[in-house]
T-cell receptor
Framework: GEDVEQSLFLSVREGDSSVINCTYTDSSSTYLYWYKQEPGAGLQLLTYIFSNMDMKQDQRLTVLLNKKDKHLSLRIADTQTGDSAIYFCAADSWGKLQFGAGTQVVVTP | ETGVTQTPRHLVMGMTNKKSLKCEQHLGHNAMYWYKQSAKKPLELMFVYNFKEQTENNSVPSRFSPECPNSSHLFLHLHTLQPEDSALYLC??????????????????FGEGSRLTVL
């Protein structure tokens, strides 16, 4: 399997919460990241979590890390149309970032 | 000036053409990267440069040739490409290679990408 895996698509209604899940393989990863890619743009860091934490909250974003299961999730509260984008999970591995394939989030009215 | 600038944004080329992609970063970073983004596939690291020296070639075919004349500029020279090379090519930079600790979180700063179509 891939080093970082995530589902490819998520549809959510405006105002609902979105949850994007990710699994990774390298248990020595120090930082786990979520990047956002809007249409026609490059990736931009959304948030990150250090591996000794199990949760990080930043306004509407909540990152949960289960280090034992190597599972990372991103929750977006009160999802807005501007949240429509591709979200990439990434884990640092031997000094490099390993990215997933990205989850396309579509927000419907 | 934006942080990482890529040109051209779109490129269409035949299999026998020679073209180049250009990346420039205005962030004072020391490491630069080329990534390939294809639909439904993980972002694929192609090349890494640190202080102008290539530190990684991720088994990339020789029809892709990188060049890093200084820490601010990175090129990807393209020659005799195949249709399956059509993708979005992303350039990125970071303060250091890997995680240096302290304030460095290893964040990558990406350009907007060059959309390549090989006919």
């Amino acid at each position: 399997g891939e080093d970082v895996e995530q589902s490819l698509f998520l549809s959510v209604r405006e105002g609902d919460s979105s949850v994007i899940n990710c699994t990774y393989t390298d248990s020595s990863s120090t930082y786990l990241y979520w990047y956002k890619q809007e249409p026609g743009a490059g990736l931009q860091l959304l948030t990150y979590i250090f591996s000794n934490m199990d949760m990080k909250q930043d306004q509407r974003l909540t990152v949960l890390l289960n280090k034992k299961d190597k599972h990372l999730s991103l929750r977006i509260a009160d999802t807005q149309t501007g949240d429509s984008a591709i979200y990439f999970c990434a884990a640092d591995s031997w000094g490099k970032l390993q990215f997933g394939a990205g989850t396309q989030v579509v927000v419907t009215p | 000036e934006t942080g990482v600038t890529q040109t051209p944004r779109h490129l269409v080329m035949g299999m026998t053409n020679k073209k180049s992609l250009k990346c420039e970063q205005h962030l004072g970073h020391n490491a630069m990267y080329w990534y390939k983004q294809s639909a439904k596939k993980p972002l694929e690291l192609m090349f890494v440069y640190n202080f102008k020296e290539q530190t990684e070639n991720n088994s990339v075919p020789s029809r892709f040739s990188p060049e890093c004349p200084n820490s601010s500029h990175l090129f990807l020279h393209l020659h005799t490409l195949q249709p399956e090379d059509s993708a979005l090519y992303l350039c990125a930079s970071s303060q250091t290679l890997g995680l240096a600790g302290g304030q460095d979180t290893g964040e990558l700063f990406f350009g907007e990408g060059s959309r390549l179509t090989v006919l």
